[in-house]
């Protein structure tokens, strides 16, 4: 057991993803905080027996987690972020062992934790009327733009985009709706010297789309890429293409709008709210609207010069010391003051 009234930070979660940026940059707020001396996976199965005993046996300890992993005991001690409600919200998306977590532990969380740190009005409302938290126990810090991408080398938006790249980040979980990316590559007969980059790992169903289409020689996949590498994706692409159908914030656009390449996102979810008028934004369930915005991005310099500006513009109201001082105040409103920070 540790000393009374410690406060500990879980940075377990730090890792590539935007969840793994954003604990980083908590940590840092919070950097005289202690390490939460958890091993495994905060987002396992186990997690919530291995944080319940900690809780348990430290009955002071204050705890913040930049993830949605939660404990069954010691909630009013406890800080969670819930990112989105994405593993509710499209249940294909997710596991029996997934759901039951979020009906019988987190539902209850998001109710009884000392605060509910999530980063936009999107999240936090499907969190209040998904679990019936008070407005007031959840609040909105937001997400940030890495230095990287604020310092990188920015897009040269006047070159030919046609014989460039359309630039895709995610995951590829089906909710990111990668495959509208490879039919909107086919259907762009205009370019054939069009490639099509997803970031990250390869997939074999996104190759064997493209081999149905007859593009699979245009579609590649960047494996693993540092911050600094995915900057320089952005800073070379002709566009980021975007149409998830889900997103509690989007991070890509915003990364993407601060090395000045133009955005094609869906407006649906938290897209539209975090893009703003910086981004040419689409249905994701129209193949047609997608192509067209492509179209319309790659055939026109001055649309092209007119997103990265307005993305130039959008990027800078994402920053990370702002999230800092939303996640400070409320993680102090909710201990009352007695919190470490750097």
């Not at 499907?126 to 407005?135: D, E, K, P, Q, T």
């Not at 089906?174 to 205009?190: D, F």
């Amino acid at each position: 057991m540790f000393k009374r009234d410690q406060f500990f930070f879980d940075d377990r979660w730090d890792g590539p993803t935007g969840i793994g940026r954003y604990c980083r940059e908590l940590k840092r707020r919070f950097s005289s905080s202690l390490s939460l001396p958890l091993r495994g996976n905060p987002a396992g199965a186990l997690d919530v027996i291995r944080l319940t005993a900690f809780m348990f046996l430290n009955k002071s300890a204050r705890v913040v987690s930049p993830g949605f992993a939660a404990p069954l005991l010691g909630l009013s001690r406890f800080v969670l972020s819930v990112h989105d409600l994405n593993h509710v919200d499209t249940s294909h998306n997710t596991g029996f062992l997934k759901r039951l977590y979020y009906r019988c532990v987190l539902l209850r969380a998001c109710r009884k934790s000392a605060v509910v740190l999530t980063v936009s009005e999107f999240s936090k409302n499907r969190i209040l009327v998904w679990s019936g938290a008070s407005a007031d126990r959840v609040v909105v810090v937001g997400n940030g733009v890495s230095e990287v991408f604020l310092s990188s080398s920015k897009n040269d938006v006047t070159r030919d985009a046609g014989r460039g790249y359309i630039l895709c980040v995610g995951n590829r979980k089906s909710h990111k709706n990668e495959r509208a990316a490879v039919r909107a590559l086919a259907a762009l007969e205009n370019y054939p010297d069009l490639s099509l980059v997803f970031s990250g790992v390869p997939s074999d169903d996104l190759m064997d789309l493209a081999r149905r289409f007859g593009v699979e020689n245009r579609v590649r996949f960047s494996g693993f890429a540092s911050e600094e590498q995915l900057a320089s994706l952005y800073a070379n692409a002709s566009l980021l293409l975007f149409p998830s159908f889900y997103e509690g914030f989007g991070l890509p656009a915003v990364e993407a709008m601060a090395t000045g390449c133009p955005v094609i996102a869906s407006r649906t979810t938290a897209l539209g709210e975090v893009c703003d008028d910086a981004a040419v934004l689409v249905s994701p369930e129209s193949d047609e609207e997608i192509v067209a915005a492509v179209d319309a991005v790659l055939a026109s310099v001055d649309l092209r010069l007119e997103l990265k500006e307005r993305g130039l513009r959008r990027a800078d109201v994402f920053s990370w010391a702002a999230v800092h001082q939303r996640a400070e105040a409320a993680v102090a409103a909710a201990f009352g003051n007695k919190v470490p920070l750097k």
